[in-house]
């Protein structure tokens, strides 16, 4: 089938930079990017729970780079509500419908909610977009006491700013240890006792039941039955993937959408998929995944567009991901995927300099680097070799 | 091909020494150092996958 129009659904990281490697790949023809966002150049969104919130960068600083030679059509303001596959098109939120011949899915993550929490009472803030980040930044511009529903990585980091800025924290965690999804119970309390150092009121196991207050949030109530005292309250406990919009076609939504090894969407040869909202076989872990970072969204738009564009020398994705944190005096670096903590292979926990190993049947899967940035790549490409746990004090990269 | 690197925003993410390991390496400090002054065109298509997968957008080619 001749390509001659592209829609790019999403015009963030994913979907700017499979637009991009579109015209890498040699693509000409009219290239549509419809996108909920306002702003483009669309802004990159690791600064925002990080220098944009502690107000250290202008706010044009941070919008990503475009190519020059990308000469897309903007559709801004809207968003795609559904697929018709079988028909080559999709619906704008306006009713607007738009054919394809090629089509990119980019439409990333939202926040999690609770439904037990209104998200437009007055001081409760989610942080996903820049608009949050600069709401959120502005609200904690004079004294107030902040409480952080959820310890993941935005739960956290957005806690380290706070306390940057000498505000009254409280983390309110569910799980056992903050940041336990990723490293698990053990490096989690290593977590932990950092945010405690720097004093963040940190309590874990603990459920939320709802945020109540007079026209605005006063407090956290627990489902023991205390509360905790909030001025603002930040609703950091994960994000889902924008596949609503795709249902009734047939494919597989159950966390993502199901890719094969090209990211083409099973069940469509003429669609890929980007980013937050595409899982995959990563053969280099022999499971499919979903992966929320930086660098993937950019690995696999180069990937997906080839797809779309040569879909006759097909080029597999496999990848060891890789995410990055800084919080207070700790540059976090995680490469490779969850496994079991296993032990720490150089440095300390006491000197805020080490890596440490996290295995799954005696295979090295994940390397934790904090203030090791010169170790962190090594270990990356030392995880494609499948290294044995048993043999990996000779083996070290 | 000539090569300027951003230091200043430069942040240790090391995605250059994983997309072109003959011109780029993170040294002890978290900084990109290059390894080769002005690198062969056979290292065009590794040093623009090396700038394209900068999180901190430190690597720009000059020509």
Redesign the interface.
Same mark, same amino acid.
């Given at each position: 089938m001749p390509m001659n129009r592209i829609v790019v659904a999403g015009v963030s990281l994913a979907g700017l930079r499979t637009a991009e490697a579109l015209r890498l790949e040699g693509f000409t023809g009219e290239i549509v990017m419809v996108g909920e966002e306002q702003l483009f150049p669309p802004y990159d969104r690791p600064p925002l729970s990080k220098e944009i919130l502690k107000g250290l960068w202008q706010e044009d600083r941070g919008r990503l780079k475009v190519a020059e030679n990308l000469d897309p059509t903007l559709i801004l303001g809207h968003r795609v509500t559904a697929l018709r596959a079988s028909d080559n098109e999709v619906e704008l939120d306006d009713g607007t419908v738009l054919t394809y011949d090629g089509l990119v899915i980019a439409t990333g993550a939202s926040p999690k909610m609770m439904g037990s929490i209104d998200t437009s009472i007055p001081g409760v803030h989610v942080l996903r977009t820049f608009p949050e980040a600069v709401a959120l930044r502005e609200a904690i511009g004079g004294s107030p006491k902040v409480v952080i529903i959820g310890a993941g990585w935005i739960g956290c980091e957005v806690a380290a700013t706070c306390r940057d800025r000498g505000l009254d924290v409280t983390i309110l965690e569910y799980f056992p240890q903050p940041l336990e999804r990723t490293l698990g119970p053990i490096m989690g309390a290593w977590a932990g006792a950092m945010h405690r150092a720097h004093g963040v009121d940190l309590r874990c196991g603990v459920s939320v039941s709802g945020v109540s207050g007079e026209g605005r949030v006063e407090r956290v109530d627990l489902a023991d039955g205390t509360s905790v005292a909030a001025d603002i309250v930040v609703l950091a406990i994960g994000v889902f993937p924008e596949t609503k919009w795709l249902e009734g076609n047939g494919f597989d939504l159950e966390n993502g959408v199901l890719c094969d090894e090209t990211l083409q969407v099973v069940g469509a040869s003429n669609i890929v998929a980007a980013g937050d909202v595409c899982r995959w076989p990563n053969k280099m872990f022999n499971r499919t995944m979903r992966v929320e970072h930086w660098s993937n969204a950019v690995e696999q738009a180069a990937v997906a567009a080839h797809t779309l564009i040569h879909p006759d020398e097909p080029k597999g994705y496999s990848a060891v991901p890789y995410v990055w944190s800084d919080q207070y005096d700790a540059k976090i670096q995680y490469v490779g995927t969850g496994g079991e903590y296993h032990s720490i292979l150089e440095g300390s926990t006491e000197e805020n300099k080490f890596v440490a190993a996290y295995a799954t049947d005696g295979v090295l899967v994940g390397a934790l680097c904090v203030n090791s940035p010169a170790r962190m790549i090594k270990y990356k490409r030392f995880l494609t070799t499948a290294p044995q746990m048993d043999l990996i004090e000779e083996n070290l990269p | 091909m000539k090569i300027t690197l951003d230091l200043d925003v430069c942040? +240790?993410? +090391?995605?250059c020494? @994983?997309a072109a390991p003959e011109v780029f390496?993170?040294? @002890?400090q +978290?900084l990109v150092v290059q390894l080769i002054e002005n690198p062969g065109e056979e290292y065009r298509a590794k040093v623009e996958d090396a700038a394209?997968?900068c999180?901190a @957008?430190v690597i720009k080619i000059e020509d």
């Amino acid at each position: 089938m001749p390509m001659n129009r592209i829609v790019v659904a999403g015009v963030s990281l994913a979907g700017l930079r499979t637009a991009e490697a579109l015209r890498l790949e040699g693509f000409t023809g009219e290239i549509v990017m419809v996108g909920e966002e306002q702003l483009f150049p669309p802004y990159d969104r690791p600064p925002l729970s990080k220098e944009i919130l502690k107000g250290l960068w202008q706010e044009d600083r941070g919008r990503l780079k475009v190519a020059e030679n990308l000469d897309p059509t903007l559709i801004l303001g809207h968003r795609v509500t559904a697929l018709r596959a079988s028909d080559n098109e999709v619906e704008l939120d306006d009713g607007t419908v738009l054919t394809y011949d090629g089509l990119v899915i980019a439409t990333g993550a939202s926040p999690k909610m609770m439904g037990s929490i209104d998200t437009s009472i007055p001081g409760v803030h989610v942080l996903r977009t820049f608009p949050e980040a600069v709401a959120l930044r502005e609200a904690i511009g004079g004294s107030p006491k902040v409480v952080i529903i959820g310890a993941g990585w935005i739960g956290c980091e957005v806690a380290a700013t706070c306390r940057d800025r000498g505000l009254d924290v409280t983390i309110l965690e569910y799980f056992p240890q903050p940041l336990e999804r990723t490293l698990g119970p053990i490096m989690g309390a290593w977590a932990g006792a950092m945010h405690r150092a720097h004093g963040v009121d940190l309590r874990c196991g603990v459920s939320v039941s709802g945020v109540s207050g007079e026209g605005r949030v006063e407090r956290v109530d627990l489902a023991d039955g205390t509360s905790v005292a909030a001025d603002i309250v930040v609703l950091a406990i994960g994000v889902f993937p924008e596949t609503k919009w795709l249902e009734g076609n047939g494919f597989d939504l159950e966390n993502g959408v199901l890719c094969d090894e090209t990211l083409q969407v099973v069940g469509a040869s003429n669609i890929v998929a980007a980013g937050d909202v595409c899982r995959w076989p990563n053969k280099m872990f022999n499971r499919t995944m979903r992966v929320e970072h930086w660098s993937n969204a950019v690995e696999q738009a180069a990937v997906a567009a080839h797809t779309l564009i040569h879909p006759d020398e097909p080029k597999g994705y496999s990848a060891v991901p890789y995410v990055w944190s800084d919080q207070y005096d700790a540059k976090i670096q995680y490469v490779g995927t969850g496994g079991e903590y296993h032990s720490i292979l150089e440095g300390s926990t006491e000197e805020n300099k080490f890596v440490a190993a996290y295995a799954t049947d005696g295979v090295l899967v994940g390397a934790l680097c904090v203030n090791s940035p010169a170790r962190m790549i090594k270990y990356k490409r030392f995880l494609t070799t499948a290294p044995q746990m048993d043999l990996i004090e000779e083996n070290l990269p | 091909m000539k090569i300027t690197l951003d230091l200043d925003v430069c942040a +240790g993410h +090391g995605q250059c020494e @994983d997309a072109a390991p003959e011109v780029f390496t993170v040294n @002890d400090q +978290g900084l990109v150092v290059q390894l080769i002054e002005n690198p062969g065109e056979e290292y065009r298509a590794k040093v623009e996958d090396a700038a394209r997968r900068c999180p901190a @957008d430190v690597i720009k080619i000059e020509d």
